[in-house]
Structures are given as structure tokens and as C-alpha cells.
Nanobody
């Protein structure tokens, strides 16, 4: 497993910004993919953004142009900068890491952090 510690959630007004952080117990180059998921009440968990070791980035259509995923290799940390937040962005956000333990590819999850956007 990769241990993941999230921070940065909170309550903001619509149009505001938040930056989520996820610190990993392993170096970035040892993790194949890191991503951010979110789950709102009554909805399925969805992938918001991801970044691979090689730098390939994915964004969900709903957040393109507003959210930015990035990483700091020296700090073993991935970030999600969220701008122009909307009430629809309200959810619990989870950090995810996909990494090999030996020859086995496994997913690890953070504890989740609540993001609430008021109208």
C-alpha cells in the first residue's frame, strides 16, 4: 500500500478557489498514476483528474478549464487546484494512487476531504 494524507478541503462561496494536497509515502516515480476522485451524496464516485509518472494528464469534462492537477516530486505530493468552483462541485474528494507492490498493481486511497461550495 501507499499511504496517502489529504488536506485542503473546506467551505467556499461559488466562484471561489481551493487547493487540495495529497502527500504520499512513496516517491512519485514509484507510483504509476495518481488521481483525484469525488463522490457526492447519492452519486457514484467519479474520476476528476489524474496524472501519470510520464506526465500524461486527464480531466473530466465537467472540470476542464477550471481544475488543474500537478505534482511536486521533491515533496512526494500531488495537488488539485480548483478555481471557479460551482455548487455542483460539492463532494468528498479522495486521493488515489496506483502503484506496484512487487509485481502486483494495487490501488491506495486517502481518507477523503469534504469540499462544500455554497451558492
Amino acid at each position: 500500500q501507499v499511504q496517502l494524507v489529504e488536506s485542503g478541503g473546506g467551505l467556499v462561496q461559488a466562484g471561489g478557489s481551493l487547493r487540495l494536497s495529497c502527500a504520499a509515502s512513496r516517491t512519485m516515480f514509484s507510483i504509476n498514476t495518481m488521481g483525484w476522485y469525488r463522490q457526492a451524496p447519492g452519486k457514484q464516485r467519479e474520476l476528476v483528474a489524474s496524472i501519470t509518472t510520464g506526465g500524461t494528464i486527464y480531466y473530466a469534462d465537467s472540470v476542464k478549464g477550471r481544475f488543474t492537477i500537478s505534482r511536486d516530486n521533491a515533496k512526494n505530493t500531488v495537488y488539485l487546484q480548483m478555481n471557479s468552483l460551482k455548487p455542483e462541485d460539492t463532494a468528498v474528494y479522495y486521493c488515489n494512487a496506483e502503484a506496484y507492490t512487487g509485481w502486483v498493481l494495487r490501488d491506495s486511497w486517502g481518507q477523503g476531504t469534504q469540499v462544500t461550495v455554497s451558492s
